[in-house]
T-cell receptor, first 115, second 111 residues
Framework: ETGVTQSPTHLIKTRGQQVTLRCSSQ?????VSWYQQALGQGPQFIFQ???????GRGNFPPRFSGLQFPNYSSELNVNALELDDSALYLCASSLGVVGGAETQYFGPGTRLLVL | GENVEQHPSTLSVQEGDSAVIKCTYS??????FPWYKQELGKRPQLIID?????GEKKDQRIAVTLNKTAKHFSLHITETQPEDSAVYFCVSGAGSYQLTFGKGTKLSVIP
């Protein structure tokens, strides 16, 4: 059984650019959630994908978008980067079931710095 | 939306003493309460969780309690060790997706 992986580990971008972050879910999991963790804060929910469909979204603007692929891996895209987007981006995978809250396992994160 | 308050923000204990972290939540629909430990520069790792039909759960030196009426839940670590030093997050989950994290408690265990 393989764990959750993310790429790249670190990234530096400038304001206005676009970025794509990637996540491979744990073997057997069909759900991926994305979180933003600013320095010294708890992770904040961005959105979740369940079987390739968006299954819920937190309080983030539309320039944050995502995809989930048939193998359940996922991408987070951020357009028009702002300085405040600098953070650790975490994905978490789980085995989604209807009506249940399932354990989420986190990847190591991608640290994004926007200059 | 859900709001999770966590106290204290920092906690220092002597090795061997107990540590207690307390949280409150606002959404009555919340039914899943995991706790994550995050060491510096590492991913959050689940250490224990509790669901709304259970009042208390224990795993070796770690125990969690849940008072659904008061919307309180807490983490107790006994016989603390230096390797328990980390940031601990209480989390509230409702339904099948969104987890709401507290702001974290930085625990320092002094040898």
């Amino acid at each position: 059984e393989t764990g959750v992986t993310q790429s790249p580990t670190h990234l530096i971008k400038t304001r206005g650019q676009q970025v794509t972050l990637r996540c491979s879910s744990q073997s057997g999991h069909n759900t991926v959630s994305w979180y933003q963790q600013a320095l010294g804060q708890g992770p904040q929910f961005i959105f979740q994908y369940y079987r390739e469909e968006e299954n819920g979204r937190g309080n983030f603007p539309p320039r944050f978008s995502g995809l989930q692929f048939p193998n359940y891996s996922s991408e987070l895209n951020v357009n028009a980067l702002e300085l405040d987007d600098s953070a650790l981006y975490l994905c978490a995978s789980s085995l989604g079931v209807v009506g249940g809250a399932e354990t989420q396992y986190f990847g190591p994160g991608t640290r994004l710095l926007v200059l | 939306g859900e709001n999770v308050e966590q106290h204290p923000s920092t906690l220092s204990v002597q090795e061997g003493d107990s540590a207690v972290i307390k949280c409150t939540y606002s959404d009555s629909a919340s039914n899943y309460f995991p706790w994550y430990k995050q060491e510096l520069g590492k991913r959050p790792q689940l250490i224990i969780d509790i669901r709304s039909n259970v009042g208390e759960k224990k795993d070796q030196r770690i125990a969690v309690t849940l008072n659904k009426t008061a919307k309180h839940f807490s983490l107790h670590i006994t016989e603390t060790q230096p390797e328990d030093s980390a940031v601990y997050f209480c989390v509230s989950g409702a339904g099948s997706y969104q987890l709401t994290f507290g702001k974290g408690t930085k625990l320092s265990v002094i040898p």
